[in-house]
């Protein structure tokens, strides 16, 4: 089927089909009915699917079919309160993005498209789902790359917590960002963010983080790890002295050296512990820190793990990012915590553990809902 250009009654059509094959594999359903166009108040719905429940009584499925659906605007349309039965809200479209199918979750309601992935919940009678079908039409609107470094100093700025409930001009947002992001790009990502329901916006009086945890987990998904060079170390130089001489490195590099991964998580939220030390260090750095750690490149032993990395947002730590007592900085948490996740080992579990312990109780602590 060419779904591209659908809209209005072919739209619906087509959708209903799609939603006819959905239940029409479940024999115990019985007899159900299609009403079109529900006469209620709210005329935001285009059918509903009644179907009768074993012991008596209907359930009720009221499907708003959308070409386009944007989780910006979500939710379209309620249900009018003097229906007589139960309601099953359902968001029908020729694509559902995962985000959309996320937001619908979170919003209860139910959903699927025309490559047939679904999931449509009735409590307590029925619960369908599936996804993983290649999707049959595709969505035209401009999207940002979230795996690119300069979509990743946008994010960063917005999820850092010492930065929850800022509102941000896109000029003040490239400010923080700088080097290296244009004004368009700052645009271009936060139209995609504003879009997808991470962030709320408005012509009057800028933009702000909504939902930190959905759009960490987002960067986390698309974030590449695997861009960073990784070296291995051996020094001779254990805890306190190992601890002194990277302070070193630390006013030295002017900032372009930084606890990571493992050992920045050890300062930030303790859980796992392991015996190497994790670095970021900007390449141009490399030779201070051999000379001030006394470290040797090794193929293995190491105990040393210097990331180059792709990109020195890496080393962003908002207005009051400073070292530690007598130390060399760490990352942001919310840089550690991406790298964690993508480290080997237990990586996730200390990544989770860093989430928990951190960023949420600060995310909430200056009155965001995670």
């Known amino acids: 089927m060419n779904t591209k250009n659908l809209s209005g009654a072919a739209l619906e059509t087509a959708l209903l089909a799609k939603l006819r094959e959905l239940l029409g594999g ?6 159900w009915a299609v009403q079109n166009h529900p006469t209620t108040s709210d005329n935001g719905f285009d059918f509903v699917v009644k179907i009768p429940r074993p012991n008596g009584g209907k359930a009720e499925l009221w499907v ?9 605007l979500f939710p379209y349309a309620y249900v009018a309160s003097e229906a007589k039965h139960p309601q099953t809200l359902v968001l029908a479209a020729p694509l559902v993005s995962p985000r959309m199918a996320e937001v619908c979750q979170e919003n209860g ?4 498209d025309l490559a047939g992935n679904h999931r449509l919940d009735v409590p307590g009678f029925l619960h369908l789902q599936h996804t993983g079908n290649k999707a049959v039409h595709q969505c035209k609107r401009p999207t940002a790359n979230l795996s690119t470094s300069e979509a990743g100093r946008v994010i960063r700025v917005l999820l850092l917590p010492d930065h929850a409930g800022m509102r941000w001009t896109q000029r003040e947002m490239q400010n923080h960002c700088q080097p290296n ?7 271009k990502v936060v139209r995609h963010l504003r879009e997808e329901a991470f962030i709320e916006a408005s012509e009057a009086d800028g933009f702000q983080l909504r939902d930190p945890l959905k759009l960490l987990f987002a960067w986390r998904d698309a974030y590449r790890f695997e861009r960073h060079e990784r070296r291995g170390y051996f020094t001779l130089l254990q805890g306190k002295k190992l601890r002194d001489a990277l302070a070193g490195l630390g006013l030295q590099t002017g900032g372009f050296a930084a606890y990571a991964a493992f050992s920045a998580a050890e300062f930030q939220a303790p859980h796992v512990r392991q015996p190497k030390t994790w670095l970021y260090v900007r390449e141009q750095e490399v030779s201070k820190l051999e000379k001030l750690v006394e470290a040797k490149r090794v193929e293995s032993g190491e105990n040393l793990v210097v990331l180059i990395p792709d990109d020195d947002g890496v080393f962003y730590m908002g207005d009051g990012g400073t070292m530690g007592d007598n130390r060399m900085s760490c990352t942001n948490a919310v840089q550690t915590y991406v790298d964690l996740y993508h480290c080997r080992g237990r990586g996730e579990e200390a990544a989770e553990a860093l989430l928990n312990q951190c960023l949420k109780p600060e995310w909430k602590v200056r009155g965001l809902n995670v």
């Open 26 to 31: 479940i024999s115990w359903l019985g007899d």
């Open 181 to 187: 992001v244009s004004l368009g790009l700052v645009n």
């Open 64 to 72: 708003q079919c959308k070409a386009d659906p944007r989780p910006s």
């Open 109 to 112: 309601w139910s959903w699927f």
